[in-house]
C-alpha cells in the first residue's frame, strides 16, 4: 500500500497523497519523525511537529526534557530528561481507530534508551491529522513518514526478502518461507517456522537497514537485515578477545567499518520477521544471523503472551557493546590482512 508522505530534509520522496485521500478515515495510521533535539525553553514546551486539523497529531519537548504526544483525546509523555539538545530522537506513533492496537515508541538514539507507551483511547483517524500544518516543521523533524495503515514496532530482528536462508533442500529467499517450513540452524538442526511476516520499513535516518557487505561475515552476497538483528560471531579472535567460543553482535554497531553500512538508497524496504521455537541463529550463506524469540515478539509488540506458547530462558551467547563490536571488527580486518 502506498505511503501518504515521506520527506527528507524537507525534501518529499513520496509525494504527498491527494486531498481527498487524506481526509478519509482510515482503521489506523503510522506516523514517523526523527529529528535533532534544539535548546528547551526553561518556561514554554517548544512544538516539534503539528498536524492538521482539529484532531492533529502534535509533538512537544517540555521544559524538563519529556517528549508529550498529544492526538485528540490521546495524550503520552515519555520521563523527564529524555531529550537533550543535540541529541537525536525518534518517535513511532501507530494509532489505531478502535485503541486496541495504538503505541507509541520514543527513542533517544544516542543514549539507546526508549519508552514504549499506550492509551487504548478509541477515536477517528485521518492521514490528514498527521500531515504538517506548516512547511517549517520539515526543517526540525530531518525525516518524516506517514502510513495510511498501521507498522508494527520496528525494534524487530529482520532480513530482506531476497536473503537466502539454508533449509534442508537448500537455500530459499525468505520471502518464500512459511509457517511451518523447515531452515537449518548454526548447529546444522532443522527446526520449524512458527511465525514469519513481511512489514514495510521506513529506510532512512537513523531506522535505515544496515548492509552487511560480502565477502565479510561469511557472505556471497550482500545481506540486508534490520539494526536490530544479531550476527553470531565465532573463530579465534573472538576467543582471544572476550574468552568465548560465540558472541552476538547488533548489526548497527558494525557501522562505521568496511563490512557495514546503513542502507539509505530507497525510502521503504520490505522486511521479513521470523521466530523459532528457541532464540536460535539461521544460517544464510555461512553468515549465521539470529531470529526472533517468543519475549523479542512479546515485548516490541506490547503483547500478552498466548497460554501454551512456551518462552525463551533468555540470551544464550553474550551481545557485545558497539565498543566491543568495533574491537572485533578492527582486529578481524587486521587478521585477514595479516593472512
Not at 502510513?147 to 533449509?167: E, H, K, N, R, Y
Amino acid at each position: 500500500m502506498r505511503w501518504s508522505a515521506i520527506w527528507q530534509d524537507g525534501w518529499p520522496l513520496v509525494a504527498a497523497a491527494a486531498p481527498e485521500h487524506l481526509s478519509r478515515p482510515l482503521p489506523g495510521m503510522t506516523l514517523c519523525l526523527e529529528c535533532v533535539m534544539p535548546p528547551r525553553s526553561p518556561r514554554q514546551a517548544l512544538r516539534l511537529w503539528q498536524g492538521e486539523g482539529a484532531g492533529a497529531v502534535a509533538l512537544y519537548l517540555t521544559s524538563e526534557g519529556a517528549l508529550r504526544l498529544i492526538h485528540g483525546e490521546l495524550d503520552l509523555q515519555t520521563g523527564a530528561d529524555f531529550a537533550r539538545a543535540g541529541e537525536t530522537v525518534l518517535l513511532h506513533y501507530r494509532a489505531c481507530a478502535r485503541g486496541r492496537d495504538d503505541f507509541a515508541l520514543f527513542r533517544n538514539a544516542d543514549r539507546d534508551m526508549q519508552q514504549r507507551l499506550r492509551a487504548a483511547i478509541a477515536h477517528p483517524i485521518r492521514a490528514q491529522d498527521a500531515m504538517p500544518r506548516d512547511p517549517r516543521f520539515l526543517s526540525i523533524c530531518h525525516v518524516a513518514a506517514i502510513a495510511p495503515f498501521g507498522i508494527g514496532s520496528p525494534d524487530l530482528p529482520g532480513l530482506s526478502g531476497d536473503a537466502p536462508v539454508a533449509t534442508p533442500d537448500g537455500p530459499r529467499p525468505v520471502s518464500t518461507l512459511t509457517p511451518g517450513d523447515l531452515v537449518i540452524t548454526e548447529t546444522g538442526t532443522p527446526q520449524p517456522l512458527q511465525w514469519i511476516e513481511a512489514r514495510p520499513r521506513l529506510s532512512l535516518g537513523r531506522l535505515a537497514p544496515v548492509r552487511l557487505k560480502a565477502p565479510y561475515f561469511g557472505l556471497r552476497a550482500d545481506l540486508i537485515v534490520t539494526p536490530q538483528t544479531r550476527i553470531q560471531r565465532t573463530g579465534p579472535t573472538v576467543e582471544y578477545i572476550f574468552g568465548e567460543d560465540a558472541v552476538l553482535v547488533r548489526a548497527r554497531d558494525l557501522v562505521g567499518g568496511p563490512a557495514a553500512l546503513h542502507d539509505r538508497r530507497a525510502p521503504v524496504r520490505q522486511v521479513y520477521h521470523l521466530m523459532l521455537d528457541d532464540r536460535a541463529c539461521l544460517r544464510v550463506d555461512r553468515c549465521t544471523v539470529e531470529t526472533a524469540a517468543l519475549d523479542d515478539v512479546v515485548t516490541a509488540e506490547g503483547l500478552v503472551p498466548r497460554a501454551g506458547l512456551g518462552q525463551t530462558d533468555g540470551d544464550r551467547l553474550i551481545t557485545l557493546d558497539r565498543a566491543g563490536a568495533q574491537a572485533l571488527a578492527s582486529a578481524t580486518l587486521a587478521r585477514r590482512a595479516a593472512g
